[in-house]
């Protein structure tokens, strides 16, 4: 079993939608969780750190579930800018706390 | 978060040489990471670079095909040896700081062997 899986969709969106997207993680001793965006061709970069009391930063939300081993991110009122890929990342537990494990990625396309 | 700059951006390479990749991190930190990721697919950690000491290589990875420098907590190198069109891949190193675990990430070196 992979640590973390995620949907590699593409999850095909109008504008405004809303949509989620879940990630699950196998190692029930991680202790942190982001949601990472990576446009075509570029680098990732850090979209928001997912706390246990879940977390909004103005249209996107993470929610954290231990006991179900999931992660969740939802974007609300989905704009063309949000096309991207969502990586779903988890601290490395048996290879040391401070590595991250990726995710493969879920594919959002946000059309007009 | 810091700026990361990596150098070069791409580059095409003949198979049998060798690239070294340049991390420059804007501010001190305390660890830095050497990623790579093969098209389509996600990040796959290769090692991480240790100030002042070996680095740290994961499954698969040895030092002797990816050489890692890292002689202060601003930079660091990575080197491709004896490139085969197998190692043809973006290299991204980043970097975190303190006791978060969060990592910024360089803009990337996209390279091709042939």
């Known amino acids: 079993r992979k640590e973390v899986e995620q949907d590699p969709g ?15 993680y196998s190692n029930s001793a991680s202790q942190s969780f982001f949601w990472y965006r990576q446009d075509c061709r570029k680098e990732p970069k850090l979209l928001m750190s997912v706390y246990s009391s879940g977390n909004e930063d103005g249209r996107f939300t993470a929610q954290l579930n231990r006991a179900s ?44 | 978060s810091a700026v990361i700059s990596q150098k070069p951006s791409r580059d095409i390479c003949q198979r049998g040489t060798s ?12 660890m830095m990471f050497w990623y790579r990721q093969q098209p389509g697919q996600s990040l796959t950690l290769i090692a991480t670079a240790n100030q002042g000491s070996e680095a740290t290589y994961e499954s698969g990875f040895v030092i002797d095909k990816f050489p890692i420098s890292r002689p202060n907590l601003t930079f660091s190198t990575l080197t491709v040896s004896n490139m085969s069109p197998e190692d043809s891949s973006i290299y991204l190193c980043s970097a975190s700081s303190g006791t ?12 091709t062997v042939t």
Do not use: M
């Open chain 2, 19 to 30: 690239l070294t990749i340049q991390c420059q991190v804007d501010s001190q930190v305390t």
């Open chain 2, 100 to 111: 978060v675990y969060e990592q910024y990430f360089g803009p990337g070196t996209r390279l």
């Open chain 1, 69 to 112: 081993q999931y992660i969740s991110l939802l974007i609300r009122d989905s704009k063309l800018s949000d096309s991207a890929t969502y990586l779903c990342v988890v601290n490395g537990v048996n290879t040391g706390f401070q590595k991250l494990v990726f995710g493969t990625g879920t594919r959002l396309l946000v059309s007009p």
């Open chain 1, 10 to 24: 593409p999850f095909n969106v109008p504008e405004g939608a809303t949509v989620a997207f879940n990630c699950t």
